[in-house]
Structures are given as structure tokens and as C-alpha cells.
């Protein structure tokens, strides 16, 4: 029911956006729809799947305001035992607002996690960027429902050109955790504060046809603490701390 809530949200959203559209033309409106398919899903070091995942996307943004709804297929969910097939696990809902000025880019936005094998849970989050060499950006969010704490996300990345309109694309993040629950807890059971989780990745940006492009990519992603260690063998589907992924995305933008 969460999940259809959320859902209509998106909709509703996205039909308000079309109808403004035509009454301010001047207004810079884009949108995308993507798939993923992923070795695995992992989401913040913590690996949630233990075999193939496609992840669907689509998005609007009217000017400094976007929507966006993603959700992940396990095609071995184990959340219903015995009926031998995948299922939907998670669709997200997230609204963002973005400024930039001169070489500086800041963002704030909300983001609803519709769960099936867990309670659903909310944040908050504020970001801000760069435009330098390595990009550097900084995210922080806040769980103000079942983690009711923070993590922070600090970001470089930097793109060659390789050939006319392909980009090779590299990138690292280190996080921090504050007292999330949904982040895990330590050997004892309880909530921390620590260093979480590294991730260094690669992908190679490709034009395919107009607005379509597709992009292999690969990532690995290892704890920063003993504590995050803890949490996150606790939380993987496999027990595993250390984590190598990768797949392949095809995006369409409109």
C-alpha cells in the first residue's frame, strides 16, 4: 500500500509537470527512463541481493525541481520461500531541488524507501559540488524514521573523453555513519558512529542511437571500520564485508 502511495505520487507529479509545461515553455524540462542490470544490488557497502538485480528508473525535472521513482527486481528473492522466481524488493521515490551558481551546484531532496522485506523509512538530505577536476561533493542525509540518524557521503570523480562521444568515467566515495540504524549495528548491538564504507568505480559512457546511450560499469566497494565490518557481513545477503559488482545501464533521455 506504501509502495502504491508512493507510486501515485510520482504520477501525479509527472502529469503537473507535463500541463505546466504548456503554460511555461520558457521553463528547461527534461527527462530520462533507465535500466540497470546489476550483478548485485548494493546500496551503501551493504550487498542486498545474492544474484542478478535489474533496477528501472524514470525521472522528470521542470527547472530546479525533480521527481524520480526506482525500483530494484531480485530475480532470487528469497522474501517469499519456495515460489521459485524473483520479485520486486524495493521502490524509492525521491524529489529533489538543485541551484547552481558560478562553479558551485547545491541540492536538497527527499527520498522514500518502500521496503517489502523491511519497514519502509524516509530521509532528508543536502548536498553541494564543485566543478573542479575531481568534483569533490559532499552528501549528508538523515533518516528521521526507522534510522533516525545521518550518513554522510563524500564524493571525487573525473570523466576523459576516449573517443568522439564516449566518456570513460572514474570515481571514489568515502561515507560516514551516525547513529543510523538502518545502517547496521556493531559486534555489541548497538548503533555507531564511524567510518562506513569505501568505493572506487569505473564506466564507459556511450552513445548508442540520438538520446540513447548505454554504459558497462564496475565498482568495489570495502569497510572503513571495524564497527561498519560488523554491520554490513551482518546485513549481506552472503555475510561478505568486501564487495566487487558491476552491470550495465541503457538510458533513454527526452
Do not use: C
Not at 522514500?112 to 538530505?125: G, H, I, K, R
Not at 569497510?223 to 545501464?249: Q, V
Request: charged share 20%.
Amino acid at each position: 500500500m506504501k509502495r502504491l502511495r508512493a507510486l501515485s505520487l510520482v504520477l501525479v507529479l509527472t502529469v503537473l509537470s507535463s500541463i505546466t509545461i504548456v503554460y511555461a515553455e520558457e521553463t528547461k524540462t527534461s527527462g530520462y527512463a533507465s535500466v540497470d542490470v546489476m550483478s548485485n544490488y548494493v546500496w551503501r557497502g551493504q550487498k542486498l541481493s545474492n544474484s542478478v538485480v535489474v533496477q528501472p528508473s524514470v525521472g522528470i525535472t521542470y527547472g530546479v525541481f525533480g521527481a524520480n521513482i526506482w525500483a530494484n527486481y531480485d530475480s532470487d528473492s528469497k522474501i517469499d520461500e519456495g515460489d521459485g522466481h524473483g520479485e520486486f524488493t524495493e521502490t524509492d521515490l525521491t524529489l529533489t531541488y538543485t541551484r547552481s551558481r558560478d562553479n558551485w551546484t547545491f541540492g536538497a531532496g527527499y527520498i522514500y524507501y518502500a521496503l517489502n522485506n523491511a519497514n519502509d523509512t524516509q530521509e532528508f538530505y543536502l548536498s553541494v559540488s564543485y566543478d573542479i577536476l575531481l568534483k569533490p561533493a559532499l552528501t549528508v542525509y538523515y533518516d528521521f524514521d526507522e534510522g533516525n540518524g545521518a550518513f554522510i557521503v563524500a564524493s571525487i570523480g573525473h570523466s576523459f573523453e576516449v573517443a568522439k562521444g564516449i566518456n570513460w568515467n572514474l570515481g571514489a566515495s568515502a561515507s560516514y555513519n551516525i547513529n543510523n540504524k538502518v545502517m547496521g549495528f556493531d559486534k555489541d548491538g548497538d548503533e555507531f558512529s564511524n567510518f562506513y564504507n569505501a568505493e572506487i568505480s569505473t564506466s564507459l559512457n556511450m552513445p548508442v542511437w540520438k538520446a540513447v546511450s548505454i554504459t558497462p560499469k564496475i565498482a568495489y566497494s570495502f569497510p572503513l571500520s571495524n564497527d561498519s565490518e560488523d554491520a554490513i557481513k551482518a546485513i549481506s545477503d552472503d555475510g561478505k564485508k568486501d564487495i566487487f559488482y558491476g552491470g550495465i545501464n541503457l538510458t533513454l533521455n527526452f
